[in-house]
Structure formats: structure tokens, C-alpha cells
T-cell receptor, first 111, second 114 residues
Framework: DAGVTQSPTHLIKTRGQQVTLRCSPI?????VSWYQQVLGQGPQFIFQ???????GRGNFPDRFSARQFPNYSSELNVNALLLGDSALYLC??????????FGPGTRLTVL | AQSVTQPDIHITVSEGASLELRCNYS??????LFWYVQSPGQGLQLLLK??????LVQGIKGFEAEFKRSQSSFNLRKPSVHWSDAAEYFC????????????FGGGTRLMVKP
């Protein structure tokens, strides 16, 4: 079975631009969560979606938004990029009551 | 608000030696506690978790952890470290036993000497 997949693997943006990151959950999983991991730090929770509804939100500015599609895949959108948004963005999927599995992440560099 | 502290940023041990990684948490109720491992270029992998019952929990790859409520700790241990254990280890507290909405510690980087 395929694990959680994320695209792209890497991308480079400049300050002020907008970026969209994508995540495909494990087949059968209806929950997707997003985390930001700045270099040298632990991951920070951004959003969780379940059945296309936002289930939880971390302490991130409104520049960060997400959505979940009918096939349970998800997109994370970040507007007006700042240098501090440079990080590894991790996606995790679960069946909500069972262990969640993390994808390999998307490395975002903001110049 | 819940928080997790991993006091040791880096730890170096010799292969075959025992290992203990420290984790302290702050949480109002009974915590749902997790340990994850992250190898270079890899996603996070769950090693073990605790939410009730026996305070000594066994995980994958020969790891175990002990929950001590009186000390607000959940330390990770392994009796004999292998070179392949070199990685970053994260302790986390979650909103439920499935590990949703995790709050992670800053991580401990483990290096293994031959």
C-alpha cells in the first residue's frame, strides 16, 4: 500500500509570493493534518481536516489556509510568504481514531 | 496550554551502550504521550505511545518508555543502541490516543559512535 504522499518535494519561492502544497492520504484515511517543521525545531501543528471539515487549528496566522477534497486529499496554502515560512511541511493521515502516518514532507525555501 | 520539553538537544552514545532520552510535559489532564523518530530525509515514525494502563510501554525497534506522573516525564530508553538508531527523536503530547493535534518537543539528536 502506498503511504502518505506529498508534492512537490522541494520548492523555492520569494517573499510575498503564494504557495500551495499537496498531500494524498493513505487509502481509506479520512483525516489529514499539516505540520510545519522549522530547521532545528520540532514540528508545529497547523491544521487538521476530517471529512472535509476543519477539526483543529494551531497558532498560525490567517496567511495559512487549507482545504480537503472529496477524495480526502488536501492542500495547504500560504499567502504573502515570509522568510520565516521556510520549513519542512509535513502531512499526516489517519482514520481519526487510529495512529496517524506522516509523509516525507515538502521542503519550502523562501528567498 | 500543553507543552513538551526535551532537555537534551544532542546525545552521543557508543554502539551497544544503553540510552535514555528525557521528556517532560505540561498538561492539565491525563496526557496522551508519544515518541517519534525522524531519520534524515524520512517522515516521522511512531515508536510508541501511552495513554493509560501500564506505565511502562514497549515500542518498535526495541524501545520502551516509562510514564511517571509525579515527575511529568515520559523518558525513552533502549538497552543496547545500534548504529542505525542515529536519528532525531521527538516526544509529543496529543489531543487523543490516536495522536491527533500533536504538540512536539524540540527534539533530541542521537549520534552513535562505533
Amino acid at each position: 500500500d502506498a503511504g502518505v504522499t506529498q508534492s512537490p518535494t522541494h520548492l523555492i519561492k520569494t517573499r510575498g509570493q503564494q504557495v500551495t502544497l499537496r498531500c494524498s492520504p493513505i487509502s481509506g484515511h479520512k483525516s489529514v493534518s499539516w505540520y510545519q517543521q522549522v530547521l532545528g525545531q520540532g514540528p508545529q501543528f497547523i491544521f487538521q481536516y476530517y471529512e472535509k471539515e476543519e477539526r483543529g487549528r494551531g497558532n498560525f496566522p490567517d496567511r495559512f489556509s487549507a482545504r480537503q477534497f472529496p477524495n480526502y486529499s488536501s492542500e495547504l496554502n500560504v499567502n504573502a510568504l515570509l522568510l520565516g515560512d521556510s520549513a519542512l511541511y509535513l502531512c499526516a493521515s489517519s482514520s481519526l481514531s487510529v495512529e496517524q502516518f506522516f509523509g516525507p514532507g515538502t521542503r519550502l525555501t523562501v528567498l | 496550554a500543553q507543552s513538551v520539553t526535551q532537555p537534551d538537544i544532542h546525545i552521543t552514545v557508543s554502539e551497544g551502550a544503553s540510552l535514555e532520552l528525557r521528556c517532560n510535559y505540561s498538561y492539565g489532564a491525563t496526557p496522551y504521550l508519544f515518541w517519534y523518530v525522524q531519520s534524515p530525509g524520512q517522515g516521522l515514525q511512531l515508536l510508541l505511545k501511552y495513554f493509560s494502563g501500564d506505565t511502562l510501554v514497549q515500542g518498535i525497534k526495541g524501545f520502551e518508555a516509562e510514564f511517571k506522573r509525579s515527575q511529568s516525564s515520559f523518558n525513552l530508553r533502549k538497552p543496547s543502541v545500534h548504529w542505525s538508531d542515529a536519528a532525531e527523536y521527538f516526544c509529543a503530547v496529543g489531543a487523543d490516543n490516536a495522536g491527533n493535534m500533536l504538540t512536539f518537543g524540540g527534539g533530541t539528536r542521537l549520534m552513535v559512535k562505533p
